[in-house]
């Protein structure tokens, strides 16, 4: 998909080869551009510490938490996703294909925590789903090209999935 650079940081192992890409999903979109940084540059704890437009999603275990903008305009981002539960987490970031809105992911999901994966109308954003340990964190930066998205943290045991933010991006 054009226009959805992104470039990864996994720290504190960081691979130093070139990471073979693999679509985990028929929907999943590759990426156009991926850099997976070796210098070992510590992943920021809160957005706070970043620079320009930062998306802090936080997963206790029980619920979602989001910080950061809902509406903005295409152009650099940071996605920082915190696991604060006991259990490994994964976050998704998924961009809506159609004229389907935030509230239509809503009501898709259903009560919380669900089961549901991301519906046929949604596409992957590469990169961003990444199970996370306990503790740890993942920060992803990419470019968002104009249009709806939603954002879910999971709980991988047992299955759950709760609903994080709706963003809506600009030109």
């Given at each position: 998909?054009?226009?959805?650079?992104?470039?990864?940081?996994?720290?504190?192992?960081?691979?130093?080869?070139?990471?073979?890409f693999v679509l985990a999903s028929p929907?999943?979109?590759?990426?156009?551009?991926?850099?997976?940084?070796?210098?070992?540059?510590?992943?920021?704890?809160?957005?706070?510490?970043?620079?320009?437009?930062?998306?802090?999603?936080?997963?206790?275990?029980?619920?979602?938490?989001?910080?950061?903008?809902?509406?903005?305009?295409?152009?650099?981002?940071?996605?920082?996703?915190?696991?604060?539960?006991?259990?490994?987490?994964?976050?998704?970031?998924?961009?809506?294909?159609?004229?389907?809105?935030?509230?239509?992911?809503?009501?898709?999901?259903?009560?919380?925590?669900?089961?549901?994966?991301?519906?046929?109308?949604?596409?992957?954003?590469?990169?961003?789903?990444?199970?996370?340990?306990?503790?740890?964190?993942?920060?992803?930066?990419?470019?968002?090209?104009?249009?709806?998205?939603?954002?879910?943290?999971?709980?991988?045991?047992?299955?759950?999935?709760?609903?994080?933010?709706?963003?809506?991006v600009e030109e």
């Open positions: 998909m054009a226009g959805c650079a992104t470039a990864e940081r996994d720290i504190p192992n960081p691979p130093t080869s070139t990471p073979t929907t999943m979109v590759p990426p156009t551009l991926t850099i997976i940084s070796p210098t070992g540059t510590p992943n920021p704890t809160a957005c706070e510490e970043g620079e320009g437009i930062c998306l802090e999603l936080t997963f206790n275990g029980e619920s979602c938490t989001y910080a950061g903008p809902t509406i903005f305009t295409t152009g650099p981002v940071l996605l920082l996703f915190l696991n604060k539960s006991e259990g490994a987490a994964v976050t998704n970031l998924v961009r809506h294909k159609g004229d389907e809105t935030i509230q239509a992911m809503i009501d898709y999901m259903g009560e919380e925590p669900s089961t549901k994966h991301h519906p046929y109308w949604t596409v992957e954003i590469r990169g961003v789903y990444r199970s996370v340990e306990s503790g740890a964190s993942h920060v992803w930066e990419g470019v968002l090209e104009p249009g709806i998205y939603s954002m879910v943290c999971a709980r991988l045991v047992p299955l759950g999935v709760w609903f994080g933010t709706g963003l809506t």
